[in-house]
T-cell receptor, first 113, second 109 residues
Framework: DGGITQSPKYLFRKEGQNVTLSCEQN?????MYWYRQDPGQGLRLIYYSQIVNDFQKGDIAEGYSVSREKKESFPLTVTSAQKNPTAFYLC????????????FGPGTRLTVT | GQQLNQSPQSMFIQEGEDVSMNCTSS?????WLWYKQDPGEGPVLLIALYKAGELTSNGRLTAQFGITRKDSFLNISASIPSDVGIYFC?????????FGQGTRLTINP
């Protein structure tokens, strides 16, 4: 089955620790994206990557970092610099090259205490 | 940047009723997408619209791309309990999508 996987579904961390969220896709999509969603809120773009070894900051990149070493993988690190990291994190991918239809993973709920 | 307004923010309806929600933008765009998000899950793409005036159906769902290219609506006919969730519109910006704030649909059985 083709799709996007995010793991784990739930993640708990202590304040001050970095944590890396996994996102893998087997859709052969060029572009990948990370969003943050807070309760009752819409989707806010953190980082996106149109091609391997390249990525751009989204609207709320501070306190986050990403890498895109492989086409199918786009991990997100939530650093200790992120002031309010508890949220629902969504990864998405699209074909790229002008195709805007994004397909989302199931999300990871991160709780930092 | 472009402004995208989605309304209503929430809807409370009876099972079997029809639903209508819409999105308007401050600028002209070429693509409108509609997503549905179930609680605790990722959004799922429902309908994609690419041409002004385009009317597209997906089962009980119908979406239209406004003639002015600044708006779109989504209708759900004869709502059922599994229609509960948050519906988002999205339109393309520079290399990325811009999403509306969502319409939360609640259905009373």
């Amino acid at each position: 089955d083709g799709g996007i996987t995010q793991s784990p579904k739930y993640l708990f961390r202590k304040e001050g620790q970095n944590v890396t969220l996994s996102c893998e896709q087997n859709l052969n999509h060029d572009a990948m994206y990370w969003y943050r969603q807070d309760p009752g809120q819409g989707l806010r773009l953190i980082y996106y990557s149109q091609i391997v070894n390249d990525f751009q900051k989204g609207d709320i990149a501070e306190g986050y970092s990403v890498s895109r070493e492989k086409k199918e993988s786009f991990p997100l690190t939530v650093t200790s610099a992120q002031k309010n990291p508890t949220a629902f994190y969504l990864c998405a991918s699209s074909m790229g090259s002008g195709s805007y239809e994004q397909y989302f993973g199931p999300g990871t709920r991160l709780t930092v205490t | 940047g472009q402004q995208l307004n989605q309304s209503p923010q929430s809807m409370f309806i009876q099972e079997g009723e029809d639903v209508s929600m819409n999105c308007t933008s401050s600028s002209i765009f070429n693509t409108w997408l509609w997503y549905k998000q179930d609680p605790g899950e990722g959004p799922v793409l429902l309908i994609a619209l690419y041409k002004a005036g385009e009317l597209t159906s997906n089962g009980r769902l119908t979406a239209q791309f406004g003639i002015t290219r600044k708006d779109s609506f989504l209708n759900i006919s004869a709502s059922i309990p599994s229609d509960v969730g948050i519906y988002f519109c999205g339109l393309q910006g520079a290399q990325k999508l811009v999403f509306g704030q969502g319409t939360r649909l609640t259905i009373n059985p």
